[in-house]
């Protein structure tokens, strides 16, 4: 008799541990997924945080937006594969090109006073030629 009570504790027993066990198992797996959850929130939080702290407040509307694109890939493009060098290249383009406006200006003045020139000249050679005639005769 006292081996059947020994071998119903020993099973008490072991019933016991297991319940306990399976107790611990579930507090455990409770208190990890409050974790995650509140180590979820916390990283959305904090991400959310440097996302408006680093945010660029562009104040491009949405139909403008595609043209940075475009803009960026115009860049990757002319520096072969670097942006960098693509802008560096565009500087260089826009150098370039202002001298040749100025040259260009320049070179327009020029040939307008040129024309001017002929012109006056001509007339001043015509009136003369007339104001000889006029005053001199047939000579």
């Known amino acids: ?19 306990m066990r399976d107790s611990l198992k579930l ?16 990283t959305d939080r904090a991400i959310r ?5 680093h945010r660029c407040d562009c104040p491009l509307n949405e139909c403008e937006k595609p043209q ?6 115009m860049l990757h493009d002319l520096g072969s594969g670097d942006q960098s060098a693509g802008i560096r290249e565009m500087r260089a383009n826009h150098v ?6 100025k040259t260009s200006d320049r ?17 001043v050679a015509a009136l003369w030629s007339g104001f000889k005639l006029a005053v001199g005769g047939d000579k």
């Open 68 to 73: 940075i694109r475009h803009l960026m890939g």
């Open 96 to 101: 370039w090109t202002a001298k040749l406006r």
């Open 1 to 19: 008799m006292t081996d059947h009570i020994a071998e119903q504790f020993e099973a008490l027993a072991r019933d016991l541990k297991q319940d």
């Open 27 to 42: 507090t455990i797996e409770a208190a990890v997924r409050g974790i995650v959850e509140v180590e979820r929130d916390r």
């Open 107 to 123: 070179v327009s003045v020029a040939a307008v006073i040129m024309v001017v020139t002929l012109i006056v000249s001509g007339l």
């Open 49 to 53: 945080e440097a996302i408006m702290e």
